[in-house]
């Protein structure tokens, strides 16, 4: 049966889909602006490269892996959704849009999920171990457990939840962030210093304004969910700024400009698998908890001497575990019907259900990640030299600089 597409649903997902499309180049101006001067270039390109071979995979396999339950071959559901223009049916749109937007939108998710994690092992491996990495990455990690939640898989049957990428995104991309660390290994300088905090605050800004799309466009139609997806991811983001500079000022006797910019996406991050299902004071309560704890995190990491440059463990590997967790705390059924009632609302059940799942993803996160770079490192070398590390990879691996100290 044809279902009726909205017209205004449709456009607000599209729109949506640029916001989550604007995050990925927000990303590599904000990790761009974390890297030292020789490697601005080399971790920017990283996630531009990940906007257009990500969408090579999602195109030929990627979305149909995911989506599809094995039905319709490789190009099936692409051929489907434009061909017969059909509508979207599934738990999330209630066949309100057509299923080619719903494509386009979850495509940009699989865009910067990898990409969060270049991050972490900034300046130190090679362009072609990095793609190696981002294909099989994705294959192996990240669409299952798009399929297992999002596309009607296991977890979902099990009725674990993550509006919008708490275990699908944040989780699986910052284990593996730390195991990228730790098979990587350090710097060899370890105390260098951003080369433009005001590219972070670009950056920062982007990776704001995108979330909406990224959260509220997580509805996949025009509700009151919507809404409140919205307002959530505002007020945690908020929320999650403010506490961290209190606490990073009382410790260190100084307002710090790039904590304060961390804590706003470690609060987004932190979110995400909330934003549809939780009222609005428990947003304002898990983005106080988020600012705490990744600083918390992010000190541990500078404890345990794990060289993760830009913090991507601490911040989404963490905010996506922690928000995971507190979903099973807070989720209210009175607040989204579709959803569930969390710890705080008298079901124990649900809240076991979400910190096996996230445990479960990150543990196999890490541990695929390892092992996977070990192999890549057979086929390629992983870590670029210690000469070519301290001349910058801008230059020995792409033959270009960011700043042209010479030019007029």
């Known amino acids: 049966?044809?279902?009726?597409?909205e017209p205004g649903s449709t456009g607000f997902m599209l729109l949506c889909c640029s916001l989550v499309m604007l995050m990925t180049p927000g990303l590599a101006f904000f990790y761009g602006g974390l890297a030292t001067k020789r490697n601005i270039l080399g971790?920017?390109?990283?996630?531009?490269?990940?906007?257009?071979?990500?969408?090579?995979?999602?195109?030929?396999?990627?979305?149909s892996l995911c989506f599809s339950g094995g039905d319709g071959g490789i190009f099936g559901n692409l051929d489907k959704a434009f061909l017969n223009n059909v509508a979207l049916d599934s738990m999330y749109s209630n066949g309100k849009i057509p299923e080619i937007v719903f494509i386009a939108y979850q495509m940009m998710f699989a865009i910067i999920t990898p990409a969060l994690i270049t991050g972490a092992f900034v300046n130190r491996v090679t362009f072609k171990?990095?793609?190696?990495?981002?294909?099989?990455?994705?294959?192996?990690?990240?669409?299952p457990f798009v399929h297992m939640i999002w596309g009607g898989g296991l977890l979902a049957q099990w009725g674990v939840l993550d509006f919008a990428g708490g275990i699908v995104v944040h989780a699986t991309a910052g284990f593996a962030a730390l195991a990228?660390?730790?098979?990587?290994?350090?710097?060899?300088?370890?105390?260098?210093?951003?080369?433009?905090?005001p590219l972070v605050a670009i950056g920062s800004g982007l990776l704001w304004f995108g979330w909406y799309g990224f959260n509220a466009g997580s509805e996949v139609c025009v509700d009151k969910i919507t809404s409140l997806a919205f307002l959530n991811t505002d007020i945690a983001a908020s929320f999650a700024t403010i506490?961290?500079?209190?606490?990073?000022?009382?410790?260190?006797r100084r307002p710090k400009f790039v904590g304060l910019l961390t804590g706003s996406i470690a609060g987004l991050a932190t979110i995400t698998p909330c934003a549809g299902y939780v009222p609005l004071w428990a947003a304002a309560l898990i983005g106080t908890i988020a600012g705490i704890?990744?600083?918390l995190a992010v000190q541990l990491k500078n404890k345990m001497k794990w060289d993760d440059a830009l913090d991507v463990w601490g911040v989404h590997g963490v905010g996506g575990v922690l928000g995971t967790i507190l979903l099973g705390v807070f989720a209210s059924k009175a607040i989204n019907g579709a959803?569930?009632?969390?710890?705080?609302?008298?079901d124990s059940t649900f809240f076991f259900k979400q910190l096996i799942a996230v445990a479960i993803a990150s543990a196999y996160a890490f541990m695929f990640t390892y092992i996977m770079l070990i192999i890549i490192n057979y086929i390629?070398?992983?870590?670029?030299?210690?000469?070519?590390?301290m001349a910058g990879l801008d230059e020995a691996l792409h033959g270009e600089k960011a700043y042209d100290d010479g030019a007029l």
Request: aromatic share 20%; net charge negative; hydrophobic share 50%.
């Open 1 to 5: 049966m044809t279902q009726i597409l």
């Open 43 to 63: 971790i920017m390109i990283q996630s531009f490269f990940s906007l257009g071979w990500t969408t090579v995979l999602w195109f030929i396999f990627g979305y």
């Open 129 to 143: 171990s990095y793609v190696i990495f981002l294909t099989v990455w994705q294959i192996f990690v990240y669409y």
């Open 180 to 197: 990228s660390v730790m098979y990587v290994g350090a710097r060899v300088n370890k105390n260098s210093t951003p080369n433009s905090i």
């Open 243 to 252: 506490s961290w500079v209190i606490i990073e000022w009382s410790r260190e």
């Open 293 to 295: 704890v990744c600083y």
């Open 339 to 346: 959803g569930a009632n969390g710890l705080l609302f008298g």
């Open 380 to 389: 390629t070398p992983v870590r670029v030299s210690e000469e070519t590390e």
